[in-house]
């Protein structure tokens, strides 16, 4: 067979299968680094403190990348646009945060997770201080993106989402615009608690069907190689098959 192997042409087209199976390889390659993305921001890279307009913009969803990300702004807190979500975990349990509308000096809003509180009267009273006396217009926190409104808060008259979209129709005036997602603030102001915000998770996740695909193409490859094996050895068996026919007749 491999005397029938080296005849030019069938040469010639093992070094088209080998090509072929090259680039199906290099294809298998790239659909594997494919399936690895996501995972790349560093924990040293989220807690880095960046101006939140350098990473998100207004009226633009936030990049997966800038998810978790450090951020610092200016923004006023407008009075009576307080909102108090229930069902919040912390690590003193179950309880309230308190979310501001922080209106940057640009126009644009952000609504900004201020603290946590065991009860509604804790979280009243902390709003109360917070009409009386403002904190500092300097804002650092966690930038997440926003979460999906609950039915069952329209229905029960409560909310726990923080929703962006739900918070526009709440506020009094959104001037000019709104970010894609939310600040957990850092810092808790009186009578509250600082919210956990833990770094975002910097494990790689695979994408399992990129990597299967990435197997698909592995699977292409060797099956072009497979090809131009079947094929000579076709030819071969043709040829001995005709040799020991006219070997019969004579």
């Known amino acids: ?65 800038t998810t978790g990300q450090s951020v610092t702004f200016t923004a006023e807190l407008v009075p009576g646009d307080y909102v108090v979500l229930s069902d919040r975990r912390n690590s003193a349990g179950t309880g309230y945060w308190v979310v501001g509308h922080g209106l940057e000096p640009s126009g644009a809003s952000i609504a900004i997770a201020l603290g946590w509180a065991a009860s509604t009267d804790a979280a009243a009273s902390a709003i109360a201080r917070l009409e009386a006396s403002p904190p500092s217009s300097t804002v650092t926190g966690r930038l997440l993106p926003t979460e999906s409104p609950q039915q069952s ?58 990597v299967f695909y990435a197997v698909e193409w592995v699977v292409f490859a060797g099956f072009a190689v497979f090809l131009w094996y079947r094929l000579v050895r076709d030819v071969w068996e043709e040829e001995r098959d005709d040799l020991l026919v006219d070997a019969a007749v004579d």
Do not use: K
Request: charged share 20%; no cysteine; aromatic share 8%.
């Open 153 to 210: 808060d329209f229905e029960e008259g409560v909310r726990s989402a923080l929703a962006v979209s739900e918070l526009v129709n709440v506020w009094a005036e959104v001037p000019g615009g709104t970010y894609g997602g939310y600040v957990v603030s850092f810092d808790a102001p009186a009578g509250l608690e600082a919210i956990d915000s833990p770094p975002p998770s910097t494990e790689v996740s695979l994408n399992l069907l990129n």
């Open 1 to 65: 067979m491999w005397q029938i192997a080296r005849r030019p042409r069938w040469i010639a087209a093992l070094i088209l299968a080998l090509a072929i199976a090259a680039s199906f390889a290099a294809l298998g390659q790239w659909q594997l680094s494919r399936s690895l993305e996501g995972g790349e921001i560093t924990e040293s890279q989220s807690e880095a403190v960046v101006e939140l307009d350098a990473v998100a913009t207004a009226q633009e969803p936030l990049d997966f990348v």
